[in-house]
């Protein structure tokens, strides 16, 4: 079911967290740096981390272009890697990737 496959992803993701602890600031009022390998790894693991999510895409292309979009989303949710800032922007990003990967295909016309 979707629901426990997204849940697994986000279990992931908690422990891709623990791996990248915040790093002392120096009083910066700025985000942490800590914060870019977080977001690389993410990136990075995308993929095995959402296999078997658009098990009804059964096109190659479709599902390559599905999966581009909803890593978009995914690793924008968790904030922006170059400002190292979270807003609702970022909120939103969660929202639609939360959203898009139970949808069915389009049918197909003939």
Do not use: W
Not at 12 to 30: C, K, L, N, T
Not at 35 to 42: A, L, W
Not at 88 to 101: A, W
């Amino acid at each position: 079911m979707i629901v426990e496959k997204l849940i697994g992803v986000l279990d992931a993701v908690d422990a891709i967290v623990d791996r990248h602890p915040a790093e002392e600031a120096g009083g910066s009022r700025f985000g942490n740096a800590a914060f870019r390998g977080f977001y690389d790894e993410v990136g990075e693991k995308f993929e095995g981390l959402h296999e078997g999510i658009l098990e009804g895409l059964e096109e190659e292309g479709a599902k390559k272009g599905a999966m581009k979009e909803i890593k978009a989303y995914f690793t924008e949710a968790f904030g922006n890697r170059t400002r190292i800032d979270y807003g609702s922007g970022h909120e939103l990003n969660y929202l639609i990737y939360l959203f898009v990967p139970p949808c069915p295909p389009p049918p197909q016309r003939s």
